[in-house]
Every structure is written in structure tokens, then in C-alpha cells.
T-cell receptor, first 115, second 114 residues
Framework: ETGVTQTPRHLVMGMTNKKSLKCEQHLGHNAMYWYKQSAKKPLELMFVYNFKEQTENNSVPSRFSPECPNSSHLFLHLHTLQPEDSALYLC??????????????FGPGTRLTVL | RKEVEQDPGPFNVPEGATVAFNCTYSNSASQSFFWYRQDCRKEPKLLMSVYSSGNEDGRFTAQLNRASQYISLLIRDSKLSDSATYLCVVNGGEGNQAGTALIFGKGTTLSVSS
């Protein structure tokens, strides 16, 4: 596999369920990201990881819990979500060179529906 | 929070037309600039980086004006397949402070018709 992969591609869950989204990058990058994109809204950055360390958390509710076990894998654990959390969740990766982030490469996203 | 502003459009143009998109950014410390393309219900994909001297890739030309904090994308000879949302993206870097990721604009929608 090449590039950035995400699983599952589609997910329907109830508000009391617990699920996890998975992202894997095969590009040798050292930074990974989670974004949320709701219908007709811009990308919202959720979390940033550099070398497995979380460096940004953009006021994301605790019902979203990221995990980065190594620089190639990123998870987003979901529990007790709300219907307004339904969106496209995109993972991306990039190189961090010095203090500059290079261009990001996105996975195909997980389309999440919360009932 | 630092912002990236774009005209949302939509821009409706006939095939063969030339169309230009503009973008302004608020952080004068930004160092990297990109245009991304996003098709409906798909992920964003890098279209081109934007360099200080301006750069061209086939029918696409990107320009940067640091003094005015302004980026542009010009598409010549529009094709039906150019229909998409174009995202202006800026590095939110604050000097040597690490941990500041890219900031995406809301996008400009282009519709090319035959």
C-alpha cells in the first residue's frame, strides 16, 4: 500500500457505541493529523502529532480521543458521540522540517454517521 | 486564530475560460503556501505549492505577494474536469515555534460547463 490509508471508509454508530478510526501512512512522514469536515464547512483541524507526540488539540471534546503508537499509525477513539459529530474525518501526514510543516497528504477519509 | 480568507464563489465559467482565485492570509510569519483541490465527497489533494517567485504547472499559475499577504491561482483554458473546490493553505508558522500546522481556507468552488 502507498500513501495514506484510512479504515473504515464508512461507519454508522449509535450514541452509546465505542468505535475507533484507523489511519496509516506509508510515506515516511513524521507528523500526522486528524481533521473533521462537516457538510458545507471547511476543514477543522482536531489534533496534530509530531514524532508520536501530540502538539495540538484544538479544543476537541473529550469524546474524541487520539492515539499515536508510532509515526506511521494514528487512531481516533470515539465514544458517546452526538449526531452533530457526523462528518467526514480525514487523516493526513507530512514532513516536519525544523519548524515548518511541508505539504500534507490526505487519506480518503471515514464518513461517520451518528444516529 | 490566524486566518486564511477566500471568496467562496461559486465561479461558473464556460470551457476554455481563464479564471483566477484570490486568497489573503493574516499571519505575516507564514512561510509555506499551497493550493489544494477537493472534489465532492473526496479528500483534498495537493495541486501545487506556491513559491515566492511565482510558479507554473501546465495550465495553472500560482503567485505570492508577501507584502500584501496575498496568494492567487490562475487557471487557463478551463476543462470540465477542473470543476472542484480549491483550497488556499498557509503554514501557520510563528518563527521557530514548533507545532503550528497548516491553516486551510474555506475554499472557492469552480464549476466549468460545456
Amino acid at each position: 500500500e502507498t500513501g495514506v490509508t484510512q479504515t473504515p471508509r464508512h461507519l454508522v454508530m449509535g450514541m452509546t457505541n465505542k468505535k475507533s478510526l484507523k489511519c496509516e501512512q506509508h510515506l515516511g512522514h513524521n507528523a500526522m493529523y486528524w481533521y473533521k469536515q462537516s457538510a458545507k464547512k471547511p476543514l477543522e483541524l482536531m489534533f496534530v502529532y509530531n514524532f508520536k507526540e501530540q502538539t495540538e488539540n484544538n479544543s476537541v471534546p473529550s469524546r474524541f480521543s487520539p492515539e499515536c503508537p508510532n509515526s506511521s499509525h494514528l487512531f481516533l477513539h470515539l465514544h458517546t458521540l452526538q449526531p452533530e459529530d457526523s462528518a467526514l474525518y480525514l487523516c493526513a501526514s507530512s514532513h516536519l522540517v525544523g519548524s515548518s510543516y511541508n505539504e500534507q497528504f490526505f487519506g480518503p477519509g471515514t464518513r461517520l454517521t451518528v444516529l | 486564530r490566524k486566518e486564511v480568507e477566500q471568496d467562496p464563489g461559486p465561479f461558473n465559467v464556460p470551457e476554455g475560460a481563464t479564471v483566477a482565485f484570490n486568497c489573503t492570509y493574516s499571519n505575516s510569519a507564514s512561510q509555506s503556501f499551497f493550493w489544494y483541490r477537493q472534489d465532492c465527497r473526496k479528500e483534498p489533494k495537493l495541486l501545487m505549492s506556491v513559491y515566492s517567485s511565482g510558479n507554473e504547472d501546465g495550465r495553472f499559475t500560482a503567485q505570492l505577494n508577501r507584502a500584501s499577504q496575498y496568494i492567487s491561482l490562475l487557471i487557463r483554458d478551463s476543462k470540465l474536469s477542473d470543476s472542484a473546490t480549491y483550497l488556499c493553505v498557509v503554514n501557520g508558522g510563528e518563527g521557530n515555534q514548533a507545532g503550528t500546522a497548516l491553516i486551510f481556507g474555506k475554499g472557492t468552488t469552480l464549476s466549468v460547463s460545456s
